[in-house]
T-cell receptor, first 108, second 110 residues
Framework: DAKTTQPTSMDCAEGRAANLPCNHS???????VYWYRQIHSQGPQYIIH???NNETNEMASLIITEDRKSSTLILPHATLRDTAVYYC?????????FGKGTTLSVSS | SQTIHQWPATLVQPVGSPLSLECTVE??????LYWYRQAAGRGLQLLFY??????ISSEVPQNLSASRPQDRQFILSSKKLLLSDSGFYLC?????????FGPGTRLTVL
């Protein structure tokens, strides 16, 4: 079973920041937090991952709380193409276990 | 650069027929390989993973099987398809930090 809890859906206006929360209260010390997204009818796409520190790349920022029990994925300027299902995954083993994710709908 | 191929892209099969889906990876050696399935309106379910030739771990017992005859080849099979086997089948490989997914095979069992 997935070790994370995410809201089922979220809406965001185009051009605004999208902040997607994730709870992972049972995370172990050696487990990373990964974020993937899946656009309809495609395979999931890697976004970002982190262990303890906040991370930023060209796609997004990942903010992890100090106790590591939750995190937030930030898309700084959402576009219509960011509409997708976003998966927060805690991974310490060989395979990624996907939960149900958050469906983000970006509208103009 | 690494590339992952899956075929066929779409497949329509009758109930009770056999299945063989193939996945190959280029540009890497000894990758961890994975098969996932996504039923309509559902999340991704991990079916099998392999850390090397001939090494298969099954996550969910069912009428599917997997084989890894070569380092960069991963095959998903069934002797007799069920209606519930319909879905989007994704192959993936993993490097140190990221898991990369193939284009997928959409299987419809009628």
């Amino acid at each position: 079973d997935a070790k994370t809890t995410q809201p089922t859906s979220m809406d965001c206006a185009e051009g605004r920041a999208a902040n997607l929360p994730c709870n992972h209260s049972t995370i172990s010390g050696n487990e990373y937090v990964y974020w993937y997204r899946q656009i309809h009818s495609q395979g999931p796409q890697y976004i970002i991952h982190g262990l303890k520190n906040n991370e930023t790349n060209e796609m997004a920022s990942l903010i992890i709380t100090e106790d590591r029990k939750s995190s937030t994925l930030i898309l700084p300027h959402a576009t219509l193409r960011d509409t997708a299902v976003y998966y927060c995954i805690v991974q310490g083993g060989t395979a990624l276990i996907f939960g149900k994710g958050t469906t983000l709908s970006v509208s103009s | 650069s690494q590339t992952i191929h899956q075929w066929p892209a779409t497949l329509v099969q009758p109930v009770g027929s056999p299945l063989s889906l193939e996945c190959t990876v280029e540009g890497t050696s000894n990758p961890n390989l994975y098969w996932y399935r996504q039923a309509a309106g559902r999340g991704l379910q991990l079916l099998f993973y392999s850390v090397g030739i001939g090494q298969i771990s099954s996550e969910v017992p069912q009428n599917l099987s997997a084989s890894r005859p070569q380092d960069r080849q991963f095959i998903l099979s069934s002797k007799k398809l069920l209606l519930s086997d319909s879905g989007f089948y994704l192959c993936a490989w993993r490097d140190y930090n990221e898991q990369f997914f193939g284009p997928g095979t959409r299987l419809t069992v009628l």
